[in-house]
């Protein structure tokens, strides 16, 4: 685990799991609070990137509740861009994709126009819909973007999600009785399915 530090702003650890030849392909993971790397959806997206030839950049921040309450997006976004570049400074890659859970949506949403990710796909996986600069980045986005989420997550506002159907480029799909961990509360065999079809819908974009 690397930590990268930068003054006056929050360090972040991050991880590069590297091919064993070079390649110019990343994915870079964006976790969310309390949903770290190793649970489940990233987990296994870690594993179909990485076999499909990809180095894969966990930025692996961590916020109390104190610090959650209290969060700038622009200098979140600000971090973990710092993080990015700290990773890469050795690289040469130009194919990039960004899967970004939950509170990672928030920095997602003040990266996309960066112009390292300008051809970038994206991953929204349960997007915080109730705050108006992710909302309005994914109504914007000329990114190719790919949309999961739950339909009792707390962060699903029905009228906000028709409205993204309006993006041509943005692949959209409702979990039906997922919950914020893209999980049917009280079933864990179907919860096994569900996320057997959100890595493979992540696998085929």
Request: aromatic share 8%; with cysteine.
């Amino acid at each position: 685990m690397v930590t990268n530090r930068i003054d006056g702003s929050k360090n972040i650890p991050y991880r590069l799991i590297e091919q064993s030849d070079e390649t110019d392909s990343l994915v870079i993971v964006l976790p969310g609070a309390g949903y770290t790397i190793q649970a489940p959806l990233l987990h296994f997206t870690t594993g179909v990137f990485y076999y499909k030839g990809f180095d894969v950049l966990h930025v692996n921040y961590q916020f109390s509740r104190q610090e959650m309450a209290a969060i700038n997006e622009k200098d979140f976004a600000s971090d973990v861009l710092q993080t990015i570049e700290n990773a890469t400074k050795d690289k040469k890659y130009c194919k990039y994709y960004v899967v970004a859970k939950s509170i990672g949506t928030i920095a997602l949403s003040n990266l996309q126009d960066h112009p390292t990710l300008k051809e970038a796909k994206l991953v929204w996986l349960t997007p915080l819909l109730q705050r108006s600069d992710v909302f309005n980045a994914m109504v914007r986005s000329e990114n190719k973007g790919l949309c999961m989420i739950g339909d009792k997550d707390s962060c699903y506002i029905e009228e906000r999600f028709e409205k993204l159907k309006n993006n041509q480029n943005l692949i959209l799909n409702v979990v039906e009785g997922g919950n914020h961990s893209l999980e049917l509360d009280n079933e864990p065999i179907k919860s096994i399915e569900i996320l057997k079809n959100v890595i493979s819908a992540i696998n085929d974009f």
